[in-house]
Nanobody
Framework: VQLQASGGGLVQAGGSLRLSCATSGRRFSNNALGWFRQLPGKEREFVAGISWNGGRTNYADSMKGRFTISRDNNKNTMYLQMNSLRPEDTAVYYC?????????????????WGQGTQVTVSS
């Protein structure tokens, strides 16, 4: 099982990035998916999650209205559209597969993780 996150980079404050997470090795169309992020020396924090069929999404408070999570089960890929980026959004972003069909906010609810992609927002 592999999760490949991509799309990170350097962007100015107010800019946008779109992250992708491609899964391979098995299908996860019955599992929720999620994005987390981590700053050096800090715990991994929940960013956004999406249910197995895309019908339900949830976001951390600071991401609401700026980030949009989506998935394409036919392509085994999940996305995170990030708009109005802020310097405090700078982190390594990880994609993950949840154990259940609905996305929780806790790290321990996710079984598979990608390698992370760096997002840097300059002021």
């Amino acid at each position: 099982v592999q999760l490949q996150a991509s799309g990170g980079g350097l962007v100015q404050a107010g800019g946008s990035l779109r992250l992708s997470c491609a899964t391979s090795g098995r299908r996860f169309s019955n599992n929720a998916l999620g994005w987390f992020r981590q700053l050096p020396g800090k715990e991994r924090e929940f960013v956004a999650g999406i249910s197995w069929n895309g019908g339900r999404t949830n976001y951390a408070d600071s991401m609401k209205g700026r980030f949009t999570i989506s998935r394409d089960n036919n392509k085994n890929t999940m996305y995170l559209q990030m708009n109005s980026l802020r310097p405090e959004d700078t982190a390594v972003y990880y994609c993950a597969v949840a154990r259940g069909a609905y996305a929780g906010v806790f790290y321990g609810e996710y079984d598979y993780w990608g390698q992370g992609t760096q997002v840097t927002v300059s002021s």
